[in-house]
């Protein structure tokens, strides 16, 4: 079993509070949401492993019984560019639950006209294989979101 953690510190909205229907119609996986305070932060690895994708605004690590956790920092970020997104991993690297991976700030995404919800998504899973699944209250970095089986 995987226990995914939050990446991020805020308000756990779940998919449905998503503003985008690819990612609250769980098209992408099932998983949650963070509304991230509005401050600068660092997104967090959510599982041990390795980073298999590594975008400014995005990152997926898969841990070692092969779970693909997709982080996606704000809704409609990829047109930021990578403008206020510091990648501070790289595509490859080994990674530990809770370590810094993207240095950002949501306030900025904000005043940019972007939503900077985050969904935080199991990747290629089913709904009925993720168990105590968050979907209200408030997140801080580190704690568990979600449990996969």
Same mark, same amino acid.
């Given at each position: 079993?995987?226990?995914v ?5 805020g ?8 503003p985008?229907? +690819? ?11 963070i ?6 932060t660092?997104?967090?690895?959510? +599982?041990?492993g ?6 400014p605004h995005?990152? +997926? +690590?898969?841990?070692? %019984? @092969? ?10 970020t990829v047109?930021?560019? @990578? %403008? ?7 595509k ?14 949501? #306030? ?8 900077? $919800?985050s969904? $935080?998504v ?5 709904p009925d #294989? ?5 979907e209200?209250?408030e997140?801080?970095?580190? %704690? ?6």
């Open positions: 079993m995987t226990t953690t939050s990446p991020l510190t308000l756990v909205v779940g998919l449905a509070g998503v985008d229907p +690819v990612f609250s119609g769980a098209m992408v996986g099932p998983g949650t949401a509304d991230p305070v509005r401050r600068p660092e997104a967090v690895a959510p +599982v041990d390795v980073v298999v994708s590594m975008h995005a990152f +997926v +690590v898969v841990d070692a %019984e @092969g779970h693909g956790v997709l982080t996606h920092l704000g809704i409609d047109q930021l560019n @990578g %403008e206020g997104f510091e990648l501070l991993v790289n490859g690297d080994t990674v530990a639950r809770g370590q810094a991976v993207i240095k950002w700030d949501p #306030s900025t995404v904000e005043a940019a006209g972007k939503s900077p $919800i969904p $935080i199991a990747l290629e899973a089913t #294989s993720l168990g105590d699944l968050r209200d209250g997140a801080v970095s580190g %704690e568990p979101l979600f449990s996969w089986v």
